[in-house]
Antibody, heavy 120, light 113 residues
Framework: QVQLVESGGGVVQPGRSLRLSCAASRFTFSAYAMHWVRQAPGKGLEWVALIWFDGSKRYYADSVKGRFTISRDNSKNTLFLEMNSLRVDDTAVYYC??????????????WGQGTLVTVS | QSVLTQPPSVSGAPGQRVTISCTGSSSNIGAGSDVNWYQQLPGTAPKVLIYGNTNRPSGVPDRFSGSTSGTSASLAITGLQAEDEADYFCQSCDSSLSARNYVFGTGTKVIVL
């Protein structure tokens, strides 16, 4: 069964940085585009960023553009989110998710359990 | 960036049919971008319920169905069950030559009376 495990969350002061990781297993990581999606406490889902299977294209939500960087290491089956200049409103559970190959653009067919980032 | 609009909540008795609307715009649903639906049970990660407007992944009961029309989409749940009480989110994509931005709906809580 596909597995996605996020790590790196925690409490950080406004203006500081944090790096999230997502370890992928039990599928061919290098074949899939990957996303970060966040959910503020008690709120809805907000798409954050997308990186193509080979890292050649990256897209960001306006709310994080210029502050967050999505990257991946296909040799280590790991997805990253580098978050700089963090703000209080970046507080959320951050999920990594796999984009399916069934359709294009695809649905997010597998999600990790999420990692909580608290900016305070 | 765009957001898809959903009603905050819908409710129904067990066995009834409920529908959740998802209103987009000419830059996403109206442009032909597929709509996907996710179910989020309390304290868990979202799970895809419908992909490509109308398709159910294996394991999803046929009580769940999706449709689209113009700039909107709908999720229908027939034969409502207690286990269907959850949050539901639609999702589509604003696409252009230079960007591909995913957008989620505002979310709808389904309450089983």
């Amino acid at each position: 069964q596909v597995q996605l495990v996020e790590s790196g969350g925690g409490v950080v002061q406004p203006g500081r940085s944090l790096r999230l990781s997502c370890a992928a297993s039990r599928f061919t990581f290098s074949a899939y585009a990957m996303h970060w999606v966040r959910q503020a406490p008690g709120k809805g889902l907000e798409w954050v960023a997308l990186i193509w299977f080979d890292g050649s294209k990256r897209y960001y939500a306006d709310s994080v553009k210029g502050r967050f960087t999505i990257s991946r290491d296909n040799s280590k089956n790991t997805l990253f989110l580098e978050m700089n200049s963090l703000r209080v409103d970046d507080t959320a559970v951050y999920y990594c998710a796999r984009e399916s190959l069934k359709i294009a653009p695809g649905d997010l067919d597998y999600w990790g359990q999420g990692t909580l980032v608290t900016v305070s | 960036q765009s957001v898809l609009t959903q009603p905050p909540s819908v409710s129904g008795a067990p066995g009834q049919r409920v529908t959740i609307s998802c209103t987009g715009s000419s830059s996403n649903i109206g442009a032909g971008s597929d709509v996907n639906w996710y179910q989020q049970l309390p304290g868990t990660a979202p799970k895809v319920l419908i992909y490509g407007n109308t398709n159910r992944p294996s394991g999803v009961p046929d009580r769940f169905s999706g449709s689209t029309s113009g700039t909107s989409a709908s999720l229908a749940i027939t034969g409502l069950q207690a286990e269907d009480e959850a949050d539901y989110f639609c999702q589509s994509c604003d696409s252009s030559l230079s960007a591909r931005n995913y957008v989620f709906g505002t979310g709808t809580k389904v309450i089983v009376l």
